[in-house]
């Protein structure tokens, strides 16, 4: 009984270990896509619906107009993401979720998994630099879930 106690942790273990998180530092881009999940588990739609409308999280409603959210206040600053999974593929939105900055030169959309580098970040509203790296905005499995929620939106 207790090798097989010892063999199914070492699998579950070893099953563990092959699906490790991508850090933001290690995330490769191709083209703006970035074609590998982050977490290697698949992301949940309804989770990403939550970070996309949660002003502590993602709060893309804030830039983005999102009409399967019901938000008091949705933006116009980004392009609407109604029809999102008509217009990118999957690679496409978790690259851009990631570092739009590899897809679209010039946004102002903040990077949602990056932790460097910055142009001088603020430490909150100190007027002072952040004392040290910044965490990124959202987790490697919160980014899942948001391309897994985007991917849901199609015209």
């Known amino acids: 009984m207790k090798r097989h106690v010892v063999l199914a942790t070492a699998v579950i273990f070893a099953a563990g270990a092959a699906f490790a998180e991508t ?3 290690e995330v490769t ?3 703006g896509a970035v074609a590998q999940s982050l977490t290697g588990v698949p992301g949940n739609p309804e ?7 949660t002003r502590p999280l993602g709060n893309c409603v804030a830039c ?3 009409s399967a959210l019901s938000a008091d206040f949705q933006g116009n600053v ?6 999102a999974a008509d217009r ?7 690259g851009i979720v990631i570092d739009a900055k590899h897809t679209f030169e010039g946004t ?7 932790t460097g580098p910055f142009i001088r970040p603020g430490d909150a509203y100190t007027g002072k ?9 959202l987790t490697a499995q919160q980014v899942e879930d948001v391309v897994a929620f985007l991917m849901t939106l199609k015209e």
């Open 88 to 94: 990118w593929e999957e690679a496409q939105l978790r």
């Open 108 to 114: 102002v959309m903040p990077g949602m998994y990056k």
């Open 64 to 66: 983005h107009e999102i």
């Open 29 to 31: 881009f191709e083209e």
């Open 129 to 137: 630099a952040a004392p040290a790296d910044l965490p990124p905005i």
């Open 23 to 25: 850090a933001p530092t």
């Open 47 to 53: 989770e990403g619906a939550k970070v996309a409308a």
């Open 78 to 83: 980004g392009p609407s993401l109604n029809g």
